[in-house]
């Protein structure tokens, strides 16, 4: 029953990362342009293009879009843009993804341990001016809690103990199975693997299959 809870536990918290379901509740997670429709959050056109496309990030913000810039002129260096992020105060060690074309954006994105300091700023090429600042504490309800799970089951939210406590959890599944197959082999008839007989109606297997 101990283990049981872990293994529940983890079997949640490592579905997003599923092709199907995990795709699916990310999209319905997400929504678009992260839930705020365009011009309620920035008043800048937003592209195509996701997050995920361009930067690693943190999973609830995959389907993020990405702005667009609206300057005009001689785009910033790429000084310039890590200076603009420091003045804003992200964390350090974030990555940079660089403009892919005229319209394109200087991303900033760190995904320390801690959550609370998960932060994705983009920056307009030709102005520095930040176009979307998006923080842990403005994910939705939903995207906040998947993005928790996901922490814990890689034993990143709570340090040493979260990895020690995930560390338990995976001493007792071996535990389980090779208890398993110890339980089995003293209590199966002397001299025998304990299968059970075939059923006596063959019929049986239609419904089992």
Same mark, same amino acid.
């Given at each position: 029953?101990?283990?049981?809870?872990f293994i529940v536990f983890l079997a949640i918290t490592g579905m997003p990362w599923s092709g199907v379901w995990g795709g699916k509740v990310n999209e319905w997670a997400n929504?678009?342009?992260?839930?705020? #429709?365009?011009?309620?959050?920035?008043?800048? #056109?937003?592209?195509?293009?996701?997050?995920?496309?361009?930067?690693?990030t943190s999973w609830s913000l995959e389907q993020a879009q990405i702005p667009e810039s609206t300057g005009h002129g001689a785009p910033i260096t790429l000084d310039d843009a890590i200076a603009g992020f420091d003045a804003l105060g992200l964390h350090r060690g974030y990555a940079v993804?660089?403009?892919?074309? #005229?319209?394109?954006?200087?991303? %900033?994105?760190?995904?320390?341990?801690?959550?609370?300091?998960?932060?994705v700023v983009h920056l307009d090429q030709y102005t520095g001016e930040?176009?979307?600042?998006?923080?842990?504490?403005?994910?939705g309800p939903l995207g906040r809690a998947l993005e928790w799970g996901?922490?814990?089951?890689? %034993?990143?939210?709570?340090?040493?103990?979260?990895q020690i406590v995930l560390l338990l959890a995976c001493i007792?599944?071996?535990?389980?199975?090779?208890?398993?197959?110890?339980?089995?082999?003293?209590r199966r008839p002397? %001299?025998?693997? %304990?299968?059970p007989p075939l059923p006596s109606d063959r019929r049986v297997f239609i419904g089992l299959l």
């Amino acid at each position: 029953l101990f283990v049981g809870v872990f293994i529940v536990f983890l079997a949640i918290t490592g579905m997003p990362w599923s092709g199907v379901w995990g795709g699916k509740v990310n999209e319905w997670a997400n929504g678009s342009n992260f839930g705020y #429709p365009d011009g309620v959050r920035v008043n800048v #056109p937003m592209s195509g293009q996701t997050l995920d496309q361009i930067a690693k990030t943190s999973w609830s913000l995959e389907q993020a879009q990405i702005p667009e810039s609206t300057g005009h002129g001689a785009p910033i260096t790429l000084d310039d843009a890590i200076a603009g992020f420091d003045a804003l105060g992200l964390h350090r060690g974030y990555a940079v993804s660089l403009p892919q074309k #005229p319209e394109g954006v200087f991303s %900033g994105s760190v995904y320390p341990d801690d959550l609370s300091r998960q932060r994705v700023v983009h920056l307009d090429q030709y102005t520095g001016e930040p176009l979307a600042d998006m923080t842990y504490a403005e994910y939705g309800p939903l995207g906040r809690a998947l993005e928790w799970g996901i922490n814990t089951h890689m %034993g990143q939210t709570y340090g040493v103990a979260n990895q020690i406590v995930l560390l338990l959890a995976c001493i007792g599944i071996v535990l389980l199975a090779v208890s398993a197959a110890v339980m089995w082999w003293k209590r199966r008839p002397s %001299g025998s693997l %304990g299968v059970p007989p075939l059923p006596s109606d063959r019929r049986v297997f239609i419904g089992l299959l």
